[in-house]
Structures are given as C-alpha cells and as structure tokens.
C-alpha cells in the first residue's frame, strides 16, 4: 500500500499535468470526500426530524381530557329554608373526614335553602377537583329531610368502559397501556392529563378524551379518538443543493411508514442521486419503553466521482457506509417544553482512491471511525414562540490508511427559534456551532459552511474546518390568505477555524426566498448574493440560485 506521502506527490504530478494549481477553497474535502457527504446528509435528516417534532409538539399542547357537558341541576325547592343541624355523607377513598366536616361546619346551625346545600355539594366537589379527580362530586340525592339532618351522596366514578376509535394502525393496548386507565380504578385527571400530554410527546399520533357518564352505576366512561398521521408516503424529490464537483442537480426518493406493527415503530428508506453521487439509507426505529424511550437503527450508503472542476483529470472515487444506533428518551415534558437525553453509536468507513480511469489507481483515504455521541436537547414553547437548542459531545477515534489510530473529542451546538404572529408573519433563526480539541479532524468529522442550509449563496460545503459557527436570520411574509406562498429574506453569517482551515475563512451573504405549498406539492427558491465574493485569484458569481421541489403521496 503507498504512503500518504507518495500519494501526495501523486496528486500535485497529477494536478500539474491535468493544468491545475493550488487547492482553492472550491475544492474543499466537503465535495470529494463521500464520508463528509454522508454526514451532511445525516444531519439534513436530523434536522427535519426536529422540525417534524416541533409540529406535532405544537399541534397537541393545548389537547386536554374533556368532559361531556350535563344538564344543570333543577332548583325546584330553592326558596323552603330550614335550619341545618346534621350532615351525612357517603364512604369516601379520595377525601377525609376531616376535610369534608371542614365544608359542613360553615354551614350547621344556619337557616338555608336547597340552593345552600347545593353551594355545599359544589365546595365538596371543588375538593375532588383541587386533587384532580374531575369524575368525583358530591350530589344531592332525593330525600325528606327530618329534624334538620341531610344526606349528600359521595360519587366517586370509577372507570368503566374505555372505547378507541380511529386507531387503525396502533393497537388499542398501546395507548391503554400508556395513559393508565384501568377498569375499577377511580382516575385521577390531573395525572390522566400529564399522560396524555407526554403521550402526544413522545408519539406522532393525537388523542381526544372525553370523560361520559358510564353505563353502570358509579363509573365513567371513556371515548377516546385517535388521529392518526398518513401510516405510509413516498415523497419524490429534486433539488440542485448537491456538489458542483459531483452534480449540482439532485434526484430522490423517500418511503416512510409511520407504524408497522401497530406500536408506532417506524421503517424508512430513501436514495438519492446526481451526476457523480448514489446515497442510499435504510432506518428503523421502535418503542422501548411506555415513557417515550426508542432505539433507533440506522444504515447508511454512498458512493461518490468528482465529474466537474479541476479534480475531475485526478479520477476522484469514493464512498462511504453507516451504521448507527441512537437511544433516545424524553425527561420532561410539558405544555412548554420538551427535554430529551440520548446516546448514539456510529461506525463509519470511508474510502477515496485517485486515478480512476487510468493505469494507477491510488488510495487516499481509507478512514475507519467510531463515535460516540450523548447529547441533551430542549425545546421552550411560548404561546406565540419556539426556541429548540440541542448539545452534543462526540468522542471519536479514527483508524487512517497508515494504520495510525486518533482520537478528537468534540462539540456541537445546534439551535432553531421562530417568533410568530398574528397575520402569519414570523422571524426565524439559526445558530449552529462545532467545537473541536484536536486539530486535523477527518473530513465526516470536520464543520463546512456554504450551502442551502448555512451560508447560500456558495457552493454547498465551500469551506471548512476544524471548528466554526453559522449564523442565519429570516423573516417570513405570506403572499396570501391561504399561506400557498411565502416570502423571506435572509441573511447567513459563517466562519471555521482550526488547521485544516483555509486562508479564507468568513462567509456572508443575503437574499430572498419563497416557499410555496399546494396539496402535495412543496417547493423553495432561494437566491443568495455572497457579500464575500474574493478567495485567492478566484471571484465567485454575483448570485447562487437553488431549488427544491418535493411531492408527497
């Protein structure tokens, strides 16, 4: 096997006979390296997977246990006053004595009506309220009231009957078993509303409960309605985000489905291609625990050939395989936020050979890694706001094409938020952040800036580095009543630093984009002017234009 050393005079004979020059900073290791293309790719799809969990959260925070509206109480009687010398009450599981006699005594010994003794029946029910057990009350049965004595009639209604509908994809004792509800049990509707609420949480699927009297005597029936997402979609994609040095356009294709067995495990495959670019994935993830802990799997492909630029005479081929395992569990969640902690294992290979199509084919990159990455999220909800902010700790070890083994310790800020208001209007920002201790990572592990989703107006993964920091700021304007259209201009702010760091390190731009929506059809446009436009004896186009369009059935 040659040496990195005779690799590198490889490629500067190479590049001196193909024309070439210095490496520019359009050359970076983000376009030719498939192992660093894979991992733009992984995060892309970790970032809609936020988006999509920040929906659901906000589609289902103001969901709550409902109850069946009853007819008011006849106030035939109101006006016959009688003075109270004695109350009896029935056995009681959820209230004491004590705080029952507390009610009574501000009554006994009075001159009231029935509409007195109603006014007490509703303080002892507030008891049952105050501790969360809204299918509790105290009533008034029919009675002769003799020598000031009266009887108030504890109903505490234990659960009766529990109907689901709607669960076409999800077995009836997955959401049973995750809100609590057992036959014979007086539910408490309080911790029932803390169920659901972690329920919607941690699940891609609503609940509506509603609390009916029950069929049999001194119970309370539960209807829940589900509403379940499409179990199953393809989506057709075409954007130009790829590489110039590998194709800049892009085609693919993603499958999901939400719930195979019926416990909301999911399964999800896609494959993308451009010119010189093939990437395939196939995932799969499931519930461990009633409390919103998943495992996730993951398996991901690619292989890679620079077909554009000055690297194209070098015979650049690549690629790259994943396999990961996440753990994911929520901690806390509640109408205004969600926390999650989780641990992920990824082994990845990477390879990158010179001199395809000629009679010597030279390996340049031959990585074997191995991370391991914790990482603690939040997501803050206002009422008209959302602010999502993840922190991850990588701890990676590379095996290099010497057998030279290396270790990098690294860390990672991600952060969304979005103010909205009242006619559709929101800003929206971004932050995202990398920190690393060593120098020289490899490439997968490295931070690269330029591109739709950090600095547009460049080339996607222009530059990069060791470490660095992205900044974006947009501010959204509907066109139209429906919201089919959207407006944003932006601005994106970007700079690495480190070893592997080019001379140039900043990136700025602004622009504007639309976003249109229609049925099962999303589209974006953005164009980006780089405000930067000067790296070495090279100038960069006025504008980058780039497009998306997606089609889901």
């Not at 209230?95 to 006994?108: G, R």
């Not at 393809?234 to 993603?254: A, H, K, M």
């Not at 592997?500 to 980006?528: C, D, N, Q, W």
Request: aromatic content about 10%; hydrophobic content about 35%; proline content about 3%.
């Amino acid at each position: 096997m040659m040496k990195r050393s005779d690799s590198i005079c490889l490629v500067l004979a190479l590049g001196l006979l193909a024309g070439g020059q210095a490496t520019v900073a359009a050359e970076s290791a983000g376009g030719m390296d498939a192992g660093a293309q894979m991992e733009r790719d992984r995060r892309d799809m970790e970032r809609e997977r936020v988006m999509e969990q920040i929906a659901e959260d906000e589609a289902a925070k103001k969901n709550k246990v409902e109850k069946e509206e009853t007819a008011p109480a006849d106030d035939n009687g109101t006006d016959i006053s009688f003075e109270l010398k004695k109350v009896k009450w029935s056995p009681s599981e959820i209230l004491t004595s004590e705080e029952i006699q507390a009610v009574v005594d501000a009554y006994i010994g009075r001159q009231i009506t029935v509409k007195d003794l109603w006014a007490m029946a509703e303080q002892i029910t507030g008891l049952y309220k105050d501790k969360g057990y809204m299918t509790c009350g105290a009533v008034l049965p029919p009675q002769r009231i003799h020598e000031g004595v009266v009887e108030i009639r504890l109903i505490e209604g234990k659960t009766g009957e529990v109907k689901i509908t709607g669960n076409r994809h999800t077995k009836t004792g997955y959401i049973t078993d995750r809100l609590g509800l057992k036959a014979g049990e007086i539910a408490n509707v309080d911790k029932l509303n803390r169920d659901l609420r972690w329920f919607h949480g941690t699940n891609d699927m609503q609940l509506r409960v509603v609390l009916k009297p029950g069929n049999k005597e001194n119970t309370t029936d539960y209807e829940i309605i589900a509403f379940e997402p499409q179990n199953q979609n393809v989506t057709l994609y075409v954007d130009n985000d790829g590489y110039e040095s590998s194709g800049r356009w892009r085609e693919g294709l993603f499958y999901n489905m939400k719930s195979l067995t019926g416990q909301r495990d999911a399964l999800w495959t896609s494959f993308i291609r451009s010119q010189g670019t093939k990437a395939w994935s196939l995932g799969y993830s499931f519930p461990i625990s009633k409390k919103g802990m998943r495992l996730e799997l993951n398996y991901s492909g690619n292989t890679t050939k620079v077909t554009n630029g000055e690297l194209k005479p070098l015979g650049v081929q690549g690629k790259s395989s994943s396999l990961s395992l996440t753990w994911r569990m929520p901690f806390h969640i509640t109408e205004h936020s969600r926390h999650e902690a989780g641990l992920q294992y990824v082994r990845q290979t990477a390879k990158t050979e010179l001199g395809h199509g000629t009679a010597l084919v030279v390996p340049w990159v031959d990585d074997t890694i191995q991370r391991l990455i914790p990482y603690v999220s939040f997501t803050h909800y206002g009422d008209s706001s959302v602010f999502y902010h993840k922190h991850s700790f990588v701890l990676a070890r590379r095996s290099d094409i010497d057998g030279v083994s290396e270790t990098a310790k690294i860390y990672r800020l991600n952060s969304f938020w979005q103010k909205r208001y009242k006619n559709g209007q929101f800003w929206q920002g971004r932050i995202d952040g990398q920190w690393a201790a060593d120098d020289y990572l490899a490439a997968s592990d490295r931070f690269f800036i330029g591109g739709v989703n950090s600095v547009r107006g460049y080339e996607e993964g222009f530059i990069g580095g060791d470490r660095g920091l992205t900044a974006s700021i947009e501010y959204h304007i509907p066109l139209d009543k429906v919201k089919r259209f959207t407006v944003f201009p932006f601005f994106d702010w970007g700079t690495v630093a480190g070893d592997t760091a080019p001379e140039h390190r900043t990136l700025m731009s602004t622009g504007v984009g639309v976003e249109m929506r229609y049925k099962h059809l999303y589209s974006t446009f953005t164009i980006g002017f780089p405000i930067k436009k000067k790296f070495y004896d090279n100038y960069l186009d006025s504008a980058r234009v780039d497009f998306s369009l997606s089609a889901t059935f």
